[in-house]
C-alpha cells in the first residue's frame, strides 16, 4: 500500500508563486509514475501535471503550461510542484497522485494511490 501526503499548500496573492511536495512511502519512489490533480469547488477533478518514474519524461495541462514545473527526488521519495504566476482561477484542493504506470497519463482514473489534498487559494 502506497501512502502519499501532500504539503505546501496555502493562500496567496494572484502572480505569486507557491511550490507543493508529496512524499510518499510503502513502495520504491522509482516504480512510480507520480501526478497532481486539482480540484476548484463545485467543478470536478482535472488533471495538471504528470512525471514518469525516473523524471525523463513530464506530461502538463495547457492550462499550465509554461508556469507550473512538475519534478521529482527519488532520493527523497518526493514529488513536487513549483506554481508560478498563480492566477484565481489555480485555486482548488491539489492531490498527489501514483500508480506504476509505465508512462505519465493525464486520465486521474488509471492512478491507484492518492493523497488528502492540500488547498490552494490564489486571491485576486
Known amino acids: 500500500q502506497v501512502q502519499l501526503v501532500e504539503s505546501g499548500g496555502g493562500l496567496v496573492q494572484a502572480g505569486d508563486s507557491l511550490r507543493l511536495s508529496c512524499l510518499a512511502s510503502?513502495?520504491?519512489?522509482?516504480?512510480?509514475?507520480m501526478a497532481w490533480f486539482r480540484q476548484a469547488p463545485g467543478k470536478e477533478r482535472e488533471f495538471v501535471a504528470a512525471?514518469?518514474?525516473?523524471?525523463?519524461?513530464?506530461l502538463y495541462a495547457d492550462s499550465v503550461k509554461g508556469r507550473f514545473i512538475i519534478s521529482r527526488e527519488n532520493a527523497k521519495a518526493t514529488v513536487y510542484l513549483q506554481m508560478n504566476k498563480l492566477k484565481p482561477d489555480d485555486t482548488g484542493v491539489y492531490y498527489c497522485?501514483?500508480?506504476?504506470?509505465?508512462?505519465?497519463?493525464?486520465?486521474?482514473?488509471?492512478?491507484?494511490?492518492w493523497g488528502q489534498g492540500t488547498q490552494v487559494t490564489a486571491s485576486a
Open positions: 497522485a501514483a500508480d506504476p504506470l509505465a508512462l505519465p497519463l493525464q486520465i486521474g482514473t488509471r492512478y491507484e494511490y
Open positions: 510503502g513502495r520504491t519512489f522509482n516504480t512510480l509514475t
Open positions: 512525471i514518469s518514474r525516473i523524471g525523463l519524461s513530464t
